[in-house]
């Protein structure tokens, strides 16, 4: 969900932010997703919660509209520039992938002009341990990096390691990298039900201005109409 709201953001900024549904139909993309997912509204609804707790997607409605939209917090949240924004967000979308790969997808979004400039941006990633380089396999010519941003990514049923730590070409075998903690204790999740109130509330609140606006506009309307319908003296 965060790739989508990332990629929509600048492939199809008319559109963005996304409404729940908008959101659910960019998940369930059957182009330019792997794995292919057919997520409903109420799986995706929870995940944009999840987001909001975490900081990384707040909620938002566009002017004169009613539906709940979402946007992404990702520069804020994860601390990160466009480019590398935008690697982050193809790892997300397609799993594991060649820099010569990221290079050519992640165009759209942050053009990237040489494979040098792709591997700066995979290891500032790696340095924050968001991306790490996966081992090459038998008859690869090239290094595989993975998204690690819930933890360990597992996509190709073998454990990776971060960017940093394995040389380019190398074969060792790398050591699973530590889970993210869930910090589920009870003041914990007290605090997320009080987010959770807040957004809704801030979006309440630019729904309600927006009514407001479409109803002043209206009474001028009509002030105007009874104005020019008056019988003259």
Known sequence: MLGCLIEKRWTTPDQYPLSLNALRLACNQSTNRDPVT?????TVSEAGQRLQRYGLARLASGHGSRATKYR???EEGLGLGREQLAILCVLLLRGPQTPGELKGRSERMAPLPTLEEVERVLSELGERGYVRRLPR?????????EQILGGDGGQDGRSGEDVRSIPAGSDRAPAPSPAVSDHSGPSSRADEGLEDRVAELEALMVDIRNEVSELRA???????QVGSDSPTR
């Not at 057919?38 to 109420?42: I, L, N, R, S």
């Not at 396999?137 to 990096?145: L, M, N, S, T």
């Not at 209206?218 to 105007?224: G, I, T």
């Open 72 to 74: 992404h917090l990702a």
């Open 137 to 145: 396999r038998p008859g690869q010519k090239e290094d595989r990096f």
């Open 38 to 42: 057919d997520y409903d509204e109420a």
């Open 218 to 224: 209206e009474v001028s309307q009509l002030r105007a």
